[in-house]
């Protein structure tokens, strides 16, 4: 194989198998889907796919699911749906992919969200009308770029865990992500927590990891 | 009064109404710290205090626990202890003021931890021999200052929520806590989430979110 | 003298005439007054003046009103107050020094402010409630560290001008200011204006050159 | 729809509706650009958009003007001219498309202005020649690559609000604009405000806001 | 000739006579090689060369070995195997580039390397049933990205010496490598050194300079 | 006890025992120095410690040599002399407190190294004076600040291992070692390697490492 | 025209007419060129210019001179040559396209400059054995990228005034010209100046201020 | 002795031997200079010296004059005056003890200058009156902090060789001088060349070579 894959992972720690295909050839990311869907188990993914690598994993293995288009999203065997309220909340139109890309891999592990989208601070009546949504959920993401802000005005509203996801979204001095990245770190509304800038799936498999255990990875 | 108390926030979002004490008279602490007991309700707590700012916060309301030196935290009215095994893992002897300063705040939020401490990676079986209280936690914190690799590997470890402070131990090239943070963002074990430099009280509220609401604080 | 004095620069540009007193002995500071003072005309400033520095020039120059503690400013000549509503919207009590600067300032300049305190947007709801002093403004200075989030917010709800103040509030992630500088340059509210980081002084006089010349300054 | 838009800024900010273009395909661009001609009101723009997206835009919407053509901007609906003299000066040729960005931006709110060009401050006597126009301004907006002087000289020269826009002109250890923006933030000329790299877009809604409603937004 | 080629280094230093392709034309690459070639002794090589320009240095000088395609390597005069348990360890796919042109190097300077591959720290275990191998190399290179805390794991488990290169693999808070080079020099684990990011070709110049001088390069 | 001592590591990776004085009580430093001793075995440090720290120490544990002021280091039962002629290589007076610390590291491992200080490239006939110790050099530690530019020339002169310590020597663009750290990485000298900034206690560890075990750490 | 052409600037400081041709049209380049070449005086260049751009140029301005091919100068009118023994000493070959930019800038100002090339301080007896260009040049350029230390080498050697030019090449650490130029800011070499990353022009020019006046400009 | 003195430099490059204060003790300082006044020949210097450091020299060496406070420069010998007209102009106040340091040290090497002081761009006019002055120097060295515009004004002013001296003058966004160092090596005026941040001394240094060697330095 291409790879020392790390099959015992998914028992482990509840989170996908997945193959981030950057830097990989179709037929490696066809080959590495196949060594993870030979092994029995919960959700596989491929993620950040361009057409080419999509179209190689999907000859090879059929029946993925596909979302996205600029960060490209394949899963096979999604988790069956389990308990657990999320939400995905993102603050302009350049932030959908990565919204997106969050919003595919919960639904994959079993924990599809409801959307808010289109809600950023400077028009911070138009998160108010939805303040329910957040006040019930069990987990939000909140997916912003330039100064993130709406991480804390979230984080404030909600009182379960918020998980912040900075975007490179911005130009100039929002310096690919790292703005938004330093502001969410630095948010005035306490036990908000940060993943990498443009991180979508590593969010939602930091609230995989807090809403427990699916029927589709072990538990 | 010198500030206007956020009031409803601790039934809001289930945190602990806190005062942070550097850049503030002995005489503002207490006064804050009074304003928060007058309202009925979960903890108080006065963190990074020095010793005159917690002489006269006790002295006009007595009766609170004192933890640590270097990040003096006082707590009123702890809340009862509530269901969640968490856990608060740190790298070496130097990191042990931001991991109390979490801990502490755990306890008072119903809380308390189990530690694991100096078990950075350069000896990894240190850890290894204690992977049975990581694999049964709610909640894991980490602790690590330098390269901060402890997150990743216990992110490995560790199926549940893991959190990671990332703090300012270390020289040179240790940047204050800034290579910790950059590289806990980088963890390659998926589903870390980071807080601020320091930040040990920012991860128990994190923990505290997303174990849910405590007879403490109005749930 | 100690320095080539710029005697035009306030009718050039309706600016108070000011002294910076870092770095500059108790007899310079005085002596830089008095300079400015021998010419007739509006406000003289002397800024960030520790004890010894103000006890100095008020010796030497009494009459000022002395405003402010770790960034104390002292004023002569205020001038007589001049139309237009000003207001100084700060987030946190550690934001005081730096608002009571910005505010003094705009006192001395005939444009007495208006303040909201303690409004940061963990609990918007505290800004909210306040909506209808920033939509009447004439001009409006937020000020706010860690992830200054209040800029966008407020630059969302005010119509008119606004200007933010970074301030060196936090630690860790927020980098002395540097994490809020580059969020309310970032601010998703689109026409906020930034000056330096806890650059009261120069928000107030950026005020003062939008709102017009006074009757103190040569207009 | 593409996006939740927010009808009610212009009304409360006096603000022009935009669309930024980057990152949206041709269509999303049309429809958006429709959502937000089809509410009554005031200028409505297309900032940033490639030749195929200002084609789409012009296809469903006829009638807009189009500016510039690194920096192209589509205004429909332009506001009726209003009082107020405003000037946008620029350092060198390489800055121009944003100074015209920031210019068209200007005349669709209704605020045409005075432009003086290739007025670099390593000849100076090229701006002196025009201080008139500086000295009778309402508003002057200064736009400015590598170090970013020509901010300080114009603030020094000019009585009146002046806002400053970095550019990513220059090379090197202009380090795309964040030289020309630290440097316009630590100008010595009190009273300068800055906005972010390259967005003359947000300093033409500064100036629209600090000059007041004008008949096209609601005013 | 094209260059002032250092004929001595390989003689003073024990290092390869080594040609950097980036920024030369095939036929300057060609020629440099020729000028190598012609100067007797010990292996000479062509690092980063493109497909045209590793074709127009073989068919000037056939009899290369080829490696690699991102960080192609061609050599001749390969070195005879010198004494030395030599090891790369590399944590993730992506990173095999980087490690490859390391090994590539280290056999052609008559150091083939054994290979642990895909052992990044988030499944310490894979790594933890090679320890034998990294407990008898007489020198290691760990080769990794993201947040780099490879290089401390392998640290606390190889007694003899350890080279880290960090890898511009990850994105976001990645830092094009930054992020593990500093993690690297913060190590926990004491005597790891560190060479520039991505330098696989020098990480294997400093396994070579430490076990002495083989037969190829003047020993 | 205060810390849980990694009993292991010397035996494992012939590096000796320390502790790390800066942030501990001068009791804490005594009682990991004794448990450190209580073991069989190498050396044991006491690194950074300032007067009390090694007073206590002392007190509680005689014998050891002290070496260095700023960066006082104490050693006890120092590892018998070993083969390998080691040379520590400084460009300033202000390198030399770095110098020294691993100068006296490099004595307690059984290595006391040859010194070349005030050899700055400024003046590169007095290193040259000095070339044969560096031809003959089984391990080179070079210490330098400022631009760091000593290691590119010392590592094109000596054959053998050259480990680089960038210090924080120097003032404003210096960076507090940065820049020293970033050319030394840069080296156009290959194989050079890099410890962190000051750190000249791990370089000592680095050059353990390379020349094998010795009689007092297990070998 | 397309700019305000600063007429009086070579006559006020000696330097030549440039235009810089990055971000311009063919069009243009060649009416900016005509609108120096109208005014009698000194040489003109155009700086930088691609294919297309120097096609255009030529086609209306017959007779420039052209060197280079990634930093291609043209130049029209050269001055006479006058008195100044001038040097370009050059640290690889992948600096040669910045250090002949400086070169050919020179000769159009009438200093021809001897070269050295090739010289990089790792083998520092190639730069030794021409110690005596530098020991009497009237002025010398070095230009070097990756850690700049042929600055502070060269700077120790040459009595009159060094010019540093740190150069973007290099990978990973050299941060893209970054660490050379902060090397060359803290030489140990004391009197080496800096001028910006890739400058060969303003270097040049700098050398063409202090070897004074020449026939061309107006001397 | 404390050190390798270079008693060669001063032949080589015309430059004084100096001995840098900061971080020596008293007595190293008054050794120091007695190894360099022990070798006939120009001037030898002590820079940055505190009250102690400058007792101490004097004490075994008298004869020196003293300038500054904070920045205390002592000079033996000072070299006989030489042909060449100097100007050290300063931004503001603050700058003025860089400043001193440059122009001490240019009197010590036999090059007095005349002083501008307190000419800031923010008031152009100051500047202008003078211009004379910068018109008919030999060689001009700028001291500004802030923004640094003063050396890109100058630089159009000033035909012959100018020199920048960035300074830590200002708070915030002025980065400790990194701003204005920045600003400077982006200067619109070509041929201004930078020296390091507050390197005044350095700046001497390099109109001392430029100027060519005088009586005192081996001319
Ligand atoms: N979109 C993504 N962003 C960040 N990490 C990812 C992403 N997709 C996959 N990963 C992680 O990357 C690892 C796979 O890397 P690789 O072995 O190179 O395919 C898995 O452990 C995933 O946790
Ligand atoms: N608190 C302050 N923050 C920023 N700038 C200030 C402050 N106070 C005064 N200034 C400016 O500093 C200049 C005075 O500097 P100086 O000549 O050194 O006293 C004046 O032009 C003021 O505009
Ligand atoms: N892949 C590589 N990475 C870093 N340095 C290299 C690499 N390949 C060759 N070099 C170095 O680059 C130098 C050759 O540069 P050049 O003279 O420009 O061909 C040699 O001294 C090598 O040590
Ligand atoms: N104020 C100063 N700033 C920068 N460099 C200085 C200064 N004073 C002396 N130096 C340089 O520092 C070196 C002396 O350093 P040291 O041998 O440590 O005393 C001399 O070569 C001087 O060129
Ligand atoms: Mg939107
Ligand atoms: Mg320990
Ligand atoms: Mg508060
Ligand atoms: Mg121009
Ligand atoms: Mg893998
Ligand atoms: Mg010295
Ligand atoms: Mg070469
Ligand atoms: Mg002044």
Redesign the interface.
């Known amino acids: 194989g ?5 099959h ?2 998914s028992l ?4 996908p198998e ?1 193959v ?1 295909a ?3 050839t179709p037929d ?1 990311c066809a080959a590495l889907v196949g060594e993870l869907l030979a092994v029995d188990g919960g959700p596989v993914l491929l993620s950040r796919a361009d057409a080419d690598q999509a179209a190689a994993a999907l000859a090879h293995h059929p029946g993925a699911t596909v979302t996205g288009d600029r960060h490209r999203l394949l899963a096979w065997r999604p988790a069956p749906t389990r308990p657990g309220r999320t939400v995905v909340v993102s ?4 932030d959908l992919p990565v919204a997106d890309e969050c919003a595919a891999t919960l639904t994959a592990l079993g924990l599809p969200p409801a959307r808010l ?10 998160l ?1 009308v939805d303040v329910d949504v957040l ?1 019930e959920a069990d ?1 939000v993401v909140v997916v912003a770029g ?4 709406l ?3 979230v ?9 912040a996801v ?1 975007t ?8 690919e ?23 979508g ?10 809403l ?2 699916g029927a589709g990875d072990g538990g």
């Open positions: 291409y790879a020392r894959v790390d015992h992972r482990r720690t509840g989170l997945a981030y950057p830097g990989k490696q603050a302009g139109t350049a989208t289109d809600v950023g601070v400077a028009g911070v009546h138009r108010l006040v987990a330039m100064e993130g802000a991480a804390s005005v984080g404030g509203l909600a009182p379960g865990p918020v998980v900075p490179s979204v911005g130009y100039g001095a929002a310096l992500g790292v703005t938004a990245l330093l502001a969410m770190l630095s948010s005035c509304a306490s036990g908000v927590t940060v993943v990498g800038i443009d991180n799936f590593g969010a939602a498999c930091a609230v995989s990891r807090l427990g255990p």
